[in-house]
């Protein structure tokens, strides 16, 4: 079992940056594939980024390329999001995700993948 711990986020003006921190723990492998996701009011849930076991490579959702950045620190086993010029589009709860499958990050997009989530972080981005 892993458990997920979300922390960061906050209220962010439109072109600001934010960063989201999530640190895995319990019994499982030590550098599970990790991802985030996000949910708009009234949207389903969608991929953003996702990182491999190792951090040696990433992938994004186009809406995010360029201004998102997913990164690891396995001696901490936790994941970072930092967030570039946010946009009010960018607004969502953020989630968390982990999953024991040693994918390319180009193939982690699917939240049906992930069996282990973080508790969400509302992130509002306004105008």
């Known amino acids: 079992q892993v458990q997920l711990v979300q922390s960061g986020g906050g209220l962010a003006q439109a072109g600001g940056s934010l960063s989201l921190s999530c640190e895995a723990s319990?019994?499982?492998?030590?550098?599970?594939?990790m991802a985030w996701f996000r949910q708009a009011p009234g949207k389903e849930r969608e991929f953003v980024a996702a990182i491999n076991w190792n951090g040696a490579n990433t992938d994004y959702s186009e809406s995010v390329k360029g201004r998102f950045t997913i990164s690891r620190d396995n001696a901490k086993n936790t994941v970072y999001l930092q967030m570039n010029s946010l946009k009010p589009a960018d607004t969502a709860v953020y989630y968390c995700?982990?999953?024991?499958?040693?994918?390319?990050?180009?193939?982690?997009?699917?939240?049906?993948?992930?069996?282990?989530w973080g508790q969400g972080t509302q992130v509002p981005v306004s105008s």
């Open positions: 319990g019994r499982a492998v030590s550098s599970p594939a």
């Open positions: 995700a982990a999953t024991n499958l040693y994918y390319r990050a180009t193939m982690l997009q699917s939240e049906y993948l992930y069996p282990y």
